[in-house]
């Protein structure tokens, strides 16, 4: 109810969006962020956020993937906003696009958790099976969303058939 206040509905997006973010509930990580873009449309942690799980879902891939694009094109040296649209590169299939635009961060950027999962996922799709394995151990203490786990799951099983 308090979502569709309007002088309400920006902390209880909000705070439905921790909520959502602490039980690891993907979908419901979605049916926030989807109002929250809505009311902060300029706000690009919240559009990043939005097309990370809306790419991570499936829901709405077109959409994030422009919003992953422009984010990126206009934060180049944001690790957040670089990681988002290379998955969106790497869900477009362009696993060595999405690895170039990785590779352009910096090393401590790299080694942030969240960012080395994603890395991990990319370079073990590109075939470099030593670096993924090496950011995938740095990716151990990431706190992910079960989609992404599944995700990390599938690339060290795709390097262990390998």
């Known amino acids: 109810m308090l979502a569709?206040?309007?002088?309400?509905?920006?902390?209880?997006?909000?705070?439905?969006?921790?909520?959502?973010?602490?039980?690891?509930?993907t979908t419901g990580l979605f049916r926030a962020l989807?109002?929250?873009?809505?009311?902060?449309?300029?706000d690009p942690a919240v559009r990043n956020n939005f097309a990370q799980i809306?790419?991570?879902l499936k829901a709405e891939?077109?959409?994030a993937r422009g919003i992953a694009r422009n984010l990126h094109?206009?934060?180049?040296?944001?690790?957040?906003?670089?990681?988002?649209?290379?998955?969106?590169l790497f869900q477009s299939g362009d696993v060595k696009g999405a690895v170039k635009i990785m590779s352009q961060l910096t090393p401590e950027q790299l080694h942030?958790?969240?960012?080395?999962?994603?890395?991990?996922i990319l370079?073990?799709?590109?075939?470099q099976n030593d670096a993924?394995?090496?950011?995938?151990?740095?990716?151990?203490?990431?706190?992910?969303?079960?989609?992404?786990?599944?995700?990390?799951?599938?690339?060290?099983s795709s390097l262990a058939r390998q």
Request: proline content about 5%; overall charge negative.
């Open 4 to 25: 569709e206040n309007r002088d309400a509905q920006r902390d209880a997006l909000q705070a439905l969006y921790r909520y959502y973010a602490e039980q690891r509930d």
């Open 34 to 42: 989807s109002r929250l873009v809505a009311v902060m449309p300029e």
């Open 54 to 56: 809306s790419l991570l």
């Open 61 to 63: 891939p077109f959409r």
């Open 73 to 88: 094109e206009a934060h180049p040296h944001d690790a957040a906003f670089a990681s988002t649209y290379a998955f969106a």
């Open 112 to 120: 942030d958790p969240s960012i080395a999962a994603y890395y991990g």
């Open 123 to 127: 370079l073990a799709a590109a075939g």
């Open 132 to 156: 993924a394995t090496e950011y995938f151990g740095r990716a151990e203490k990431a706190k992910l969303l079960p989609e992404e786990e599944e995700l990390v799951a599938q690339a060290k």
